[in-house]
């Protein structure tokens, strides 16, 4: 049985910094991402890690970068300069494979997602 447990969340201030984890059981994944969901607002891509690639959201680049510990089956978020506007419920994401690593930012195309992590930050 696949399993994704992200941990990390927290409540910040602004400015700061957190680093998500998501840690993988039941399968390996070519393709891991993390999303994130504001109140009242839709899910949206936030960085995606593939075999040799990884991509980040545009209003993101610069603050955020994805990795990943195949040892440790672990996917990871470091999210630098945080910003109030980051504030959501961020979800870890794999894509089984076949896939096209272009598709990586959409939402639909991913099989298996944690349950979520909470990132407040305060201003």
């Known amino acids: 049985q696949v399993q994704l447990v992200e941990s990390g969340g927290g409540l910040v201030q602004a400015g700061n910094s957190l680093r998500l984890s998501c840690t993988v059981s039941?399968?390996?994944?070519?393709?891991m991402s993390w999303f994130r969901q504001a109140p009242g607002k839709e899910r949206e891509f936030v960085a995606a890690?593939?075999?040799?690639?990884?991509n980040v959201a545009d209003s993101m680049k610069g603050r955020f970068t994805i990795s990943r510990d195949n040892t440790k089956k672990t996917l990871y978020l470091q999210m630098n300069s945080l910003k109030p506007e980051d504030t959501g419920v961020y979800y870890c994401?794999?894509?089984?494979?076949?896939?096209?690593?272009?598709?990586?930012?959409?939402?639909?195309?991913?099989?298996?997602w944690g349950q979520g992590t909470q990132v407040t930050v305060s201003s």
């Open positions: 994401a794999a894509m089984s494979g076949g896939r096209s690593f272009t598709v990586a930012p959409r939402a639909e195309f991913y099989r298996y």
């Open positions: 039941g399968a390996t994944f070519p393709t």
């Open positions: 890690s593939g075999t040799i690639s990884t």
